[in-house]
């Protein structure tokens, strides 16, 4: 019997949390019952090698009309420009996105039968596997829903699509049911798999970067730079522990998704006088060796899904501090793996901790993910497996 074929949709190869997730995935013990594939509405570079030898392609449309112009070839704007101008008309826009989606599904579909068609992230993604002719469709919430999308949007008529959802931790689950009551029954909470293996093979590369000085106390933050992260708040923080008088470097590790983000943090970097004690270092390919090296990690986000990055740190053995979002409970024993605190203590419990190191040694030696891999997978395989047989193609 043909292994079960897979198609996970993705909204493009970017870095994040998503690609982090999937290729966790994809590299998995889930290969030895599944075919997996991977659609990227846009090309935008790879994560690694490993997720571009799912790609299957087909995506030079979606690109044109998902994508920014300004970024094209010039082969390529001029191939592209009636798209460009199509899109410029209100009128013709909804006719030539419904044109784009259609046309590159009925390839993907004509190349190869899928058992299950997974939209692997909210939004755009979920909207595109929505409109395959396959009927086991799977939707996966990677955000708190509740809070990114409060009840401003409808998308009832959307979940309805797919015969399971997916969110990545209880929490998520809890808010999505509550603003969609009646998709409870085919709604699960699945934690996102890690590779501990290959995130332990990524620490050990050399950091060559003279701006990471880990001769005093370090602290790390990691992700994308955007309001939801707060990234913004650690240089009045970061004072407050210079006023104490502790000898620390903060650093902040994640590419710059909104400008306005980054010049909120690097103005109150200046306003609170901490230039040598806050450093944005950017994004990195490989922020693993950095997270190593560090001797916190402290997250000071509004909210999270599922903090892939706890997971990380607990492989890697550095201690966590959390503020106290919903699902940093799911996540974190309090002073078995980690810290959590409230945004207005977080300066206080830093302190603390630093000033108390024998409280970051215990965590730093219980810090574990043993076997939890496990159970994400036994769920994963009833996910993808339940009532569906693979086809005969």
Not at 29 to 46: E, K, P, S
Not at 105 to 128: C, M, N, P, W
Request: glycine share 6%.
């Amino acid at each position: 019997m043909d292994k079960t074929k897979i198609l996970f949709v993705i909204p493009n190869f970017g870095l994040g949390g998503t690609s982090s997730a999937l290729l966790s995935l994809l590299n998995s013990t889930l290969t030895n019952y599944y075919d997996m594939d991977v659609f990227a509405i846009r090309r935008q570079g790879y994560t690694s090698p490993q997720l571009a030898s799912h790609d299957i392609g087909h995506n030079s449309l979606t690109t044109a009309f998902y994508d920014d112009y300004s970024r094209f070839s010039k082969k390529n704007k001029l191939k592209y420009l009636f798209i460009k101008l199509l899109k410029q008309n209100h009128r013709t826009l909804k006719i030539t996105e419904t044109w784009v989606l259609k046309r590159t599904i009925r390839k993907v579909e004509h190349q190869k039968k899928y058992d299950v068609i997974v939209g692997f992230q909210e939004d755009l993604a979920t909207r595109f596997a929505s409109h395959f002719i396959c009927p086991h469709k799977i939707a996966w919430i990677h955000c708190d829903y509740a809070s990114a999308y409060g009840d401003t949007v409808d998308e009832l008529g959307l979940y309805n699509h797919f015969e399971k959802i997916v969110c990545v931790s209880q929490f998520t689950r809890k808010g999505f049911v509550e603003r969609y009551p009646s998709l409870a029954t085919k709604t699960v909470a699945i934690h996102n798999l890690f590779d501990a293996e290959r995130i332990a093979k990524l620490s050990k590369e050399a950091i060559n970067d003279p701006q990471y000085d880990t001769s005093r106390f370090t602290v790390i933050s990691l992700g994308r730079v955007h309001e939801v992260k707060r990234f913004y708040l650690i240089p009045e923080v970061a004072a407050q522990l210079k006023n104490a008088g502790v000898d620390f470097r903060w650093y902040i590790l994640g590419n710059a998704g909104i400008p306005s983000e980054l010049k909120r943090l690097t103005d109150a970097i200046y306003h609170y006088g901490t230039e040598k004690y806050v450093i944005y270092l950017g994004g990195k390919s490989n922020p693993y060796p950095y997270l190593k090296a560090a001797d916190l990690l402290v997250s000071t986000s509004k909210s999270e899904a599922c903090p892939m990055i706890f997971n990380e740190a607990k492989i890697l053995h550095v201690p966590i501090l959390s503020v106290d979002y919903g699902s940093a409970f799911e996540f974190i024993e309090q002073g078995k793996d980690g810290y959590i605190t409230s945004i207005e203590g977080l300066s206080q419990k830093l302190i603390e901790l630093i000033n108390q190191p024998n409280k970051l040694i215990v965590v730093k030696n219980s810090n574990t993910v043993t076997n939890v891999n496990d159970e994400i997978i036994e769920m994963l395989i009833k996910l993808f497996t339940e009532n569906r047989l693979p086809s005969n193609n």
